[in-house]
């Protein structure tokens, strides 16, 4: 049973306009969230996290916002840019640290000029 | 500055032969992870050490696979008597707890 789930394997959007990316989780005991972003040839980096006692977390133009009730998350990407393209991994883990986090199987962001 | 580091970037090699890959963490980090990523999967925990204390080996697939972190710092994983179905792409994470620093990774296809 996988306990993260990204349903969407692709989105593609057009620059300028908002990217939502969804995630959702089985597991209850998950406290801590993260978002990855991975280009091609490269190991993922962090984006940004919200942990379970927030329902939303802003950096500049990535906001993640959190619903517990229905276990999901989402990533709001505005305004999109080309240079956003990559593919993006959900994250969950327990006890607020990141290790051993579950990841979901991504979803791959095209942004067209 | 420097991040973690994974060699080699790319390995091939035959089925049945045995394989080491190698990671150097970011200095300071006392947690290290190892994830492998399957074509079109996310990412698969596989070992966890953290400090001086004995690793998590809870998501080793099989007992052919082994890792060893020396003198808290570089680390190798081992794959003995390597199959098809051990090829993906293996990462290395070191953590200060709030996120993952991850490689570029190891590419291991297996013929």
Known sequence: ?113 | GAGVSQSPSNKVTEKGKDVELRCDPISGHTALYWYRQSLGQGLEFLIYFQGNSAPDKSGLPSDRFSAERTGGSVSTLTIQRTQQEDSAVYFCASSVRTDLHFGNGTRLTVT
């Open chain 1, 1 to 113: 049973d996988q306990q993260v789930k990204q349903n969407s394997p692709s989105l593609s959007v057009q620059e300028g306009r908002i990217s939502i990316l969804n995630c959702d989780y089985t597991n209850s005991m998950f406290d801590y969230f993260l978002w990855y972003k991975k280009y091609p040839a490269e190991g993922p980096t962090f984006l940004i996290s919200i942990s379970s006692i927030k329902d939303k977390n802003e950096d500049g133009r990535f906001t993640v916002f959190l619903n517990k009730s229905a276990k999901h998350l989402s990533l709001h990407i505005v305004p999109s840019q080309p240079g956003d393209s990559a593919v993006y991994f959900c994250a969950a883990s327990e006890e607020y640290d990141a290790g051993k986090s579950t990841f979901g199987d991504g979803t791959t962001l095209t942004v067209k000029p």
